[in-house]
């Protein structure tokens, strides 16, 4: 059984920067699909950015590409979410997920593929 635990969330002003971490144990995640989701209030949890197939290859919501980097540490056993220049829009409980399959470009988008999920932890951006 994985499990995932994020953590970096907090508050930020707009255009700053926080780092998200996801430390998984019970599992390696080299060989796992992993992602990054949010969920503001009021709203369903989205994609945000995630790695596919090989692991090599990543994959992200447009609307924030080229401001987020999704990164992952084998060694470590941990996957990363880099924000940059934030937006109060990102406002938002962020959550990582993996799963033991394979997935496509278009299956790492949707929530249920993922079978393990962390707790979330709280992005707030103030304007």
């Known amino acids: 059984q994985v499990q995932l635990v994020e953590s970096g969330g907090g508050l930020v002003q707009a255009g700053g920067s926080l780092r998200l971490s996801c430390a998984a144990s019970?599992?390696?995640?080299?060989?796992?699909?992993l992602g990054w989701f949010r969920q503001a209030p009021g709203k369903e949890r989205e994609f945000v950015a995630a790695f596919y197939w090989s692991g090599s290859s990543t994959y992200y919501a447009d609307s924030v590409k080229g401001r987020f980097t999704i990164s992952r540490d084998n060694a470590k056993n941990t996957v990363s979410l880099q924000m940059n220049s934030l937006k109060p829009e990102d406002t938002a409980v962020y959550y990582c997920a993996a799963d033991p399959a394979p997935y496509t470009i278009v299956e790492i988008t949707a929530i249920y593929s993922y079978k393990y999920w962390g707790q979330g932890t709280q992005v707030t951006v103030s304007s």
């Open positions: 019970g599992g390696t995640l080299s060989s796992y699909t």
